[in-house]
């Protein structure tokens, strides 16, 4: 098996402690016929090329976006998506799951993941509301280790919560092993280091409630952001789900002992969860949070797309990284609040978010 504990002598028990591509590089905009297809869109959002637009490239590509979810709109069968919270219940429990880097070396954007997880370690280690589960592999457990250690003993000392590592190996996490820790809490909010956050407004708030919160009697997968290829589906690297969630993600086969968390698999979690009757939810998208059903599937869905690019990101009017609490930052795209607090070290590879044109991803 892929997963098993680190050191599980050294730290504590995990059970609930209660508590509150495309390759085409065309880059012809002269026709807006052509290029705002489904296809192109996604082009123009995920392709080195296809990123090169200029300002008024730029309302077109706003004006498409507007007129496909007022289409989706005036046909959509539900309500409006609120967003209210939902009552949770009394003495639920909270589980963070993060998978860190894979690695200690500094190449490709490796060091990024790194200072994103040395961030989490940071600000994210609040066992004031929640469990912990770290997941790493074995290499960046041993550099860390002190730092992990420390953070376990305060959980442990000054919130009678814990903090468990899970020992990954490279290729992927063995997501069957995770379930069996997570089975026995309310909730659980996976990130991995290719997020920075979580920026905390204060200390002693519940973070993880952004998420958890967007998860309903109707709701049951939330995250940061929704893409749609063809279908929508959570981005793969911050969701949050339910006991509900898991045993349904669990029953329908998606679950296994090899997950890369790519946008394959996100693509048939998110399917499962529509299959059984339930909607998926994110707390950001070009036209604001999204809110998204199975009746919504066959709608106009090309205003759903990956806003971790330039040409998307520029529609949201540079949303700040306090409301979100976690900002992508492994494409060099990067907020520019992020990157003067994380301090990446890389001004020729990154793109901040005030930058005056989108560049390439």
């Known amino acids: ?34 290029m705002f297809t489904r296809s192109r869109t996604r082009i123009l959002s995920r392709n080195q090329g296809a990123n090169a637009v200029v300002k008024h490239d730029q309302v077109v590509f706003e004006d498409f976006i507007n007129e496909s979810h007022n289409r989706f709109l005036s046909n959509r069968k539900v309500a409006l998506p609120t967003m209210d919270s939902w009552d ?14 894979t690695s200690i070396e500094k190449r490709g954007n490796n060091d990024i993941l790194m200072t994103n997880f040395e961030y989490f370690l940071s600000q994210g280690v609040d066992c004031a509301f929640h469990d912990v589960i770290l997941v790493l592999a074995k290499p960046v457990y041993e550099y860390y280790e002190q730092a992990v ?14 903090l468990v590592v899970l020992e990954r190996l490279d290729e992927c996490l063995d997501m069957e092993n995770i379930l069996e820790e997570v089975v026995n809490y309310d909730f659980m909010l996976y990130i991995d280091s290719r997020v920075a956050g979580p920026k905390l407004p204060s200390t002693g708030v519940d973070w993880a409630s952004k998420y958890t919160s967007l998860i309903t009697s109707n709701v049951k997968m939330a995250g940061l952001s929704i893409d749609s290829d063809p279908d929508p589906y959570i981005q793969p690297f ?17 679950i296994h002992d090899c997950h890369r968390m790519n946008d394959k698999e996100a693509m048939e979690m998110s399917r499962a969860i529509f299959e059984a009757g339930y909607g998926i939810a994110s707390t950001i998208g070009p036209t604001g949070p999204i809110e998204l059903y199975p009746d919504d599937l066959g709608l106009d869905l090309d205003w759903v ?5 330039g040409p998307t990101m520029c529609l949201l009017d540079n949303p700040k990284w306090d409301d979100l609490l976690f900002f992508k930052s ?5 907020h520019d609040d992020v990157y003067r607090e994380l301090d ?12 005056e044109l989108p560049k390439p991803i």
């Open 330 to 334: 492994s494409r060099g795209f990067v």
């Open 344 to 355: 990446y070290g890389l001004p020729g590879d990154v793109h901040l978010s005030t930058d």
């Open 238 to 254: 911050l969701f949050a789900t339910d006991k509900v969630g898991l045993a349904l993600l669990d029953n329908s086969g998606v």
């Open 305 to 309: 797309l990956d806003v971790w690019n």
């Open 1 to 34: 098996s892929p997963s098993s504990s680190l050191h599980p002598s050294s730290l504590p028990s995990s059970q609930p402690s209660g508590g509150p591509d495309t390759t085409s590089n065309s880059t012809d905009v002269s026709s807006t016929d052509t």
């Open 88 to 101: 949770k219940p009394v003495g639920y429990s909270t589980v963070v799951v993060y998978a860190g880097p």
């Open 149 to 162: 250690k420390t953070g376990a003993t305060r959980c442990s000392r000054v919130w009678n919560r814990s």
